[in-house]
Structures are given as C-alpha cells and as structure tokens.
C-alpha cells in the first residue's frame, strides 16, 4: 500500500467538501456540537483538515467516499477518520453513546481491512481530560483496529500500555507562513544578524490568550521595570470589571502574588487594539526584527501526565531566525531536542526549564530574561552574531519537518507502515 485511503460517508469529493462529518449520525446537531464545540454548518474545506486534502492532490492520499469502498482490491486497505476539532466535549459525549459508523466499515475494520482514525487536528491535550482515554479504551475493545493522532508529542508513550497506536502529527509545524511569507523575509533577517545590527528593543513577549501563568510573568516584568524598553502585550475583556475580576481570580486559584502592577497597565498593546481578532499563526515579522530575544509563553505551562505540546508560539521565532525562552511544561526544552532542535545554553542559563513547582519555573524564566534586559544592545548583537549557526541550523531543521507535515505525508506513511 503506498497511498492512504481515507474513505468518508458523506463526500462530495467534485466541490471538496463533505454534507457531513464522519462517526456523528447525519443532522445530529448535539452530536455536531460536541465535535466542533460551536453551532455552525459544516461546510468546505473547514470540515477536513487541509493537509489531507493537500495530500489527495499530491497524490500519497486517496479521498473516497463510503459508496466506493468496493472499488478497492481485494488488499487495498483504509481508514475511516473521525476529526475532532475540539477536545471539551467529543470524548464524554460519546463515551456512552455508539459513533456512527457503516456496518461495512464495521466490519472491514473488525477484519483488519480498514483502521479507525481518531484524529485531533490542533491542540494536543492531556489523554487525561475530558474521558480521552476511557473513549478510546472502549473504542479499541469494540474495534480493536484504531489509531490515534493529535499534536502531543507523549501520547505514544501514555496509550502504547494501552495497545492503542498512536501518531504525532503537529500541525502548528506546517503553516502558510512558514513555507511561503516567511522566504520574503529570510535573507533580511539574516543580514541583521551577521552584520550585528543594533535593534531597537531587546525581547518581544507576545500573550494573545490571557492566562494565569503569563498573568505572572507579564507582572513580575513590569514589577521589575522591563516592560517599557521591551514588546509586551496583554489584553483582557475591554469591560475593567471583568478585567479585574479575572486577575483577582488568578490571584486567588492559582496561589500567586498580587498581580496589582499588571492591573495597573492592561490593556499592553504592540499594533493590534483587539488582538482577539487576529489570527494566532499570522507573524508580526517588524516585531521579530526589532528585537533580539523571543520570550514565548506557551499554551500549556503547568505539567500534566504524558503530554507536550508545542504550538505555533515556539515555531516562530525558529523561523525568525530567533533565539527565545520557552515558558511551558517542564523540561519543554529537553522534548525540543528531542525533535532535532538545538537550543541556547552556552548563552544563557536553561535550567527555567527543570522544576516541576510552576512559581519557581516562573520565577527562573523571569530571572532569564532579567540577564538579557541587563545585557546592552551591542552585546545582544554580538550574541546573536554567535548564535548564528544554531539560529541557520533551526530554521532549515524546522523547513524540513514542515516538508513532511505538507500533504500529511509522514502521518500518512507512519500508518502505512505500522498497520
């Protein structure tokens, strides 16, 4: 097998769009709702995630619909995927209720034909929440024959005792700016680096969606007198009451100290006014050439079993050809490497990255960026200028991972050859 079937019970393959999502039962709106979290149509490309569709016309992916299984030869095998665009109520909703799946892929599947394809798009939350792992339990005791992907990079080790496989598949890795926008750029950012030019400000520390932990460090920053010669966003509900009470709120569950500096500041606004409305892949590229560092606070910060998750946040300054700090889950950095990524020890102290306790963490990221404020502009330069190889090296590593995401080429062999 050299292709990937993806068979689909209701296809319109001539427009690239589906009437309706595979596993749910046609027009069961609350089942609808639990897959994408938001009363809307199912329409278009939306409904399936591009990278297969990408792969179809590349030609490692074969898109049919159910109707057609019987063309297949007799060793031609597939998957019936089933996309779950938001993990709060997929796995509970039908923890107790059957999905909906042709009784000829029931039993293609039951035969070792066919696979079920459970496929989180997006975010890689913990197989923890939400009944993840009890749905896919007996989802693999009915089945038997099922595969799991999401962008967790620990799933494999948290469901193989489980004998379910599992793909990592990080979408975040392949995005229309990495592999078009960003070549317009490349040369530019370079240049400022191998000629040590001077930047205006010293670190960029973007925070689109609030939450507690970048509450913290946002607050300990201007505690410290850092913001102001530095890019640093924070927005909340434009409502001050509202404003107020979700910090008061951070304050009380999370066990942090006052947060009165940040109180005092929001709204901390770089180009945006409402940066709820833009798209998070989208790359404010003047922000990464004016500064030197990329303080990144990633989406999970607090650690949870098994489970790492990069975002886009992390790929962005790979691509700006950026040295950064990672704020997220512990020993986020050692996963990186993991990756193939290389990371920035000879120049600054990485040990932020060790401590299970997320207030010391948080408190070590900010005493790291407390070292780089206190280094003068043409020592950042000159930093930079030795980083170089490691920044080249990152930006190619990361060019060739999002090849293979491109077309959903190496999830689509991955399963092809562990089937």
């Not at 620990?154 to 379910?164: D, S, T």
């Not at 599992?166 to 400022?192: H, Q, R």
Request: charged residues 25%; aromatic residues 14%.
């Amino acid at each position: 097998m050299d292709k990937l079937n993806l068979v689909y019970a209701y296809l319109d393959k001539t427009n690239y769009a589906i009437d309706w999502p595979n596993g749910i039962k046609m027009n069961d709106m609350d089942g609808l709702r639990s897959l994408l979290l938001k009363d809307r149509e199912l329409v278009g490309r939306r409904a399936i995630h591009l990278s297969f569709w990408e792969g179809d016309r590349n030609g490692n992916i074969n898109i049919i619909s159910v109707n057609d299984i019987s063309n297949l030869s007799k060793d031609e095998k597939y998957v019936f995927p089933i996309e779950v665009f938001d993990d709060m109520r997929f796995w509970s909703h039908y923890l107790n209720k059957d999905l909906d799946i042709p009784l000829r892929v029931e039993q293609d599947i039951i035969a070792g034909k066919a696979k079920l394809f459970i496929f989180v798009p997006f975010e890689g939350i913990s197989q923890m929440c939400y009944n993840k792992l009890e749905f896919l339990k007996k989802i693999k005791a009915k089945y038997n024959n099922i595969v799991y992907a999401d962008c967790n990079l620990l799933a494999y080790e948290f469901l193989a005792p489980e004998g379910i496989k599992s793909v990592f598949n990080n979408a975040w890795l392949n995005t229309g700016f990495t592999n078009i926008e960003i070549f317009k750029y490349i040369d530019s950012l370079k240049t400022l680096i191998l000629t040590k030019a001077i930047r205006p400000k010293k670190f960029v520390c973007f925070n689109r969606i609030p939450k507690a932990p970048r509450a913290y460090i946002v607050n300990r920053l201007l505690e410290l007198d850092i913001v102001k010669n530095n890019i640093v966003t924070f927005q909340l509900d434009k409502d001050p009451c509202k404003a107020q009470k979700m910090l008061k709120h951070y304050e009380d569950c999370y066990n942090y100290k006052n947060l009165d500096a940040l109180k005092k500041n929001i709204p901390l606004v770089y180009d945006y006014d409402n940066i709820f409305t833009v798209n998070p892949t989208h790359i404010h590229i003047n922000a990464h050439k004016e500064t030197y560092f990329n303080l990144v606070n990633e989406t999970e910060f607090y650690e949870q079993p098994s489970t790492m998750f990069f975002s886009e946040k992390t790929f962005k300054p790979i691509i700006c050809m950026q040295p950064f700090v990672l704020a997220g889950a512990p020993n986020s950095l050692k996963q990186l490497k993991g990756l193939g990524f290389k990371t920035f020890s000879d120049f600054i102290d990485e040990s932020y990255d060790e401590p299970v306790d997320s207030t010391e963490r948080l408190e070590r990221v900010v005493r790291t960026m407390q070292y780089i404020n206190s280094k003068s502009f043409q020592e950042l330069s000159e930093m930079l200028y030795q980083m170089y190889p490691i920044l080249e090296y990152n930006f190619n590593h990361h060019m060739m991972l999002a090849e293979q995401e491109i077309g959903a080429k190496k999830i689509t062999r991955e399963i092809i050859n562990n089937w």
